[in-house]
């Protein structure tokens, strides 16, 4: 016995919900994954800023060369 061609429309609304709904998770991962990333970016990116500060003053207080 064959389904109904509406049982057979509901299965498909299902599915592809199914479908939308983890699509919809996935993106939500992303966007956490990115959001770390661009956290971690700027912690980089701050230290290297002051590791070189550090490393400019270093060389402004090096003796000169006659």
């Not at 592809?16 to 956490?32: F, G, I, M, V």
């Not at 230290?47 to 550090?54: A, D, F, G, P, Y």
């Amino acid at each position: 016995m064959t389904d109904s061609p509406l049982h057979q429309d509901l299965d498909r609304i299902a599915r592809a919900l199914d479908r939308l709904e983890a699509a919809a998770a996935r993106r939500e991962t992303e966007l956490a994954e990115m959001a770390a990333l661009k956290m971690r970016h700027r912690r980089l990116k701050d230290t290297v800023s002051t590791e070189l500060q550090q490393l400019d003053l270093l060389l402004a207080n090096l003796p000169q060369q006659p």
